[in-house]
């Protein structure tokens, strides 16, 4: 990481200074994600109630936690003085459906200050976090996901060439049903994944989200490629993972998934909450 590279803010004689690491961290984290966190996530986002900021950061800081726990990953830490203006986390992440076959380095996150912003932080960070997921991992893709209800955010990511190639969507709860209010049961949804289904991917996540109201465990799904879009069987797939306390609900569209899900995603309750995009990455 090159000093001079390192972009300033003409406003203030305190020059960016980095750090790089990994969990230890993490707390450092803590004043950007709630600062970022009031001013997108206040009250809803993407049409969908969230979480009260005193809980957000203890459940985004247990979301980092396990991105830890579970693969490589590192966290890049910029200041002024005393103050963190910015950090990229990211980690290692399997190849990505229509963006190619090489390891991807995924931007779980990307915030600077406001007073920052304009100044080049961002994007510095960003190519910062690549070349470390280049040198580190071999990676050939970079790959993030931008929150639906944020056009500043796809405007800046577009900029640099990130192309969109997928989407997800959320529903808290069934339609009727108040947020997670079940107790988990976790042998049943050990035989539900275990089942499985010739229709859908299943998994199921820890929660409760971090943005978002949610179960205390999320199921996870995506259609087959090119299954035609089928709200009932959809609905059917999931009834028992609610039934066993895992009521909150993420739906992973991509390139092969049959363009008529939104329309019958939209019809079940869920909202589009989030935008992948990747973009390829130079190899020098």
């Known amino acids: 990481m090159s000093e001079a590279e390192r972009p300033s803010n003409s406003a203030n004689s305190d020059a960016v200074q980095v750090d790089f690491g990994g969990a230890e961290l993490l707390q450092d984290l803590q004043p950007l994600w709630e600062e970022l966190f009031a001013h997108q996530f206040s009250g809803e986002a993407a049409g969908l109630p969230v ?23 590192f966290v890049i830490l910029a200041r002024q003085g005393k103050k963190a ?15 190619g076959d ?22 510095w960070l960003l190519e910062e976090a690549e070349a470390e997921g280049i040198d580190q991992w071999g990676a050939e893709v970079s790959a993030l996901e931008v929150p639906a209800n944020d056009p500043a955010a796809a405007e800046f990511y577009g900029r640099f060439g990130f192309v969109e190639r997928g989407e997800t969507w959320m529903r808290p709860a069934p339609q009727g049903e108040a947020v997670g209010t079940q107790h988990i049961d976790d042998d049943r949804l050990g035989d539900l994944l275990d089942e499985g289904s ?9 929660g409760p989200d971090n943005i978002w109201l949610s179960s205390e465990v999320l199921t996870l799904c995506q259609p087959e ?11 059917a797939v999931l009834a028992p993972f609610a039934e ?3 009521s909150s609900v993420l739906v992973a569209l991509d390139d092969s998934s049959d363009s008529n899900w939104g329309e019958a995603l939209t019809s079940l309750g869920f909202h589009r909450v989030l935008r992948l995009v990747t973009r390829p990455l130079v190899i020098d």
Do not use: N
């Open 51 to 73: 979480q009260q900021q005193p809980d957000s950061w203890p459940l985004r800081l247990a979301h980092y936690e396990r991105i830890f726990d579970r693969q490589p990953a």
């Open 85 to 99: 203006v910015g950090y990229a986390l990211a980690y290692a992440d399997e190849p990505i459906e229509g963006a």
């Open 102 to 123: 090489g390891p991807v380095v995924t931007i779980e996150s990307l915030i600077v200050v406001p007073e920052m912003r304009g100044q080049g932080l961002g994007g």
């Open 198 to 206: 010739e229709l859908f991917a299943l998994g199921v996540e820890e």
């Open 225 to 235: 490629p090119g299954y035609p879009a089928d709200p009932a069987a959809l609905e």
């Open 244 to 246: 066993a306390g895992a």
